[in-house]
């Protein structure tokens, strides 16, 4: 596989979209992988129980970085069980190198399928996925 298959221009144009953190935001999560050094911190505005705004810091790879902004752009409306429910099934799909098949306001995490091939870089794309987790453990 090539890089150009792994970081295609998609991906690059997300990754590219840069930092958003959120003024006085309901909470603050901060997750690192520890085998890579990644570092994602994710802001949230949650009213009614769902999620009004996302917002993010990226010290991390463009994997990383195209995941936090896609998770930014298609999370608002959402509760965090839905996107816990998202994570699992993105999780297993990466894990057992299967097609990538979100519903279909989720989609765009297609261009994540040739990181399906690498193990080492799941968690890569899970990291957002994984501090969203954090922040539901303690809401």
Known sequence: MSDDDLYNKELLRLAAMGDCRLESPDHTIVHNNPLCGDR???????????????????????????????????????NLAELQEIHMTLKSQLKENSPISLPSNW??????????EI????????????ALAKIETIY
């Open 119 to 130: 193990k080492n870089r799941h968690n890569c794309v899970l990291l957002p996925f994984q």
């Open 40 to 78: 994602i911190t994710i802001d949230l505005r949650i009213a009614d129980n769902l999620i009004s705004e996302v917002g993010y810091k990226a010290q991390s790879c463009a994997l990383c970085k195209a995941s936090a902004q896609l998770i930014k752009d298609l999370s608002i409306g959402r």
């Open 107 to 116: 989609e765009s995490f297609h261009i994540f399928q040739p990181v399906a």
